[in-house]
């Protein structure tokens, strides 16, 4: 599928994409770009995507590195 990048930088994923992976209305997604193939990847942000990180960063202490980075107490 084509889609054509407005001037101010937006584009609209099809809805078929969209029904695909599950995304509805406020669905975050993560833009990242793969510099070898020079693609844009789109990763929605939903439930399923969430519960499959789970577990994946146990142990590492994200949480107080955070909160160290941030200076909260």
Do not use: C, W
Not at 24 to 33: F, I, P
Not at 34 to 52: A, H, M, N, S, W
């Amino acid at each position: 599928m084509i889609v054509r990048v407005t001037a101010k930088g937006l584009f609209t994923i099809p809805s078929a994409i969209r029904r695909k992976l599950g995304m509805t209305v406020r669905t975050s997604v993560h833009m990242d770009v793969d510099e070898q193939t020079r693609k844009i990847v789109l990763t929605p942000i939903t439930r399923e995507y969430v519960q499959g990180l789970r577990g994946k960063y146990k142990g590492r202490g994200l949480l107080k590195a955070l909160i160290a980075g941030k200076n909260i107490r």
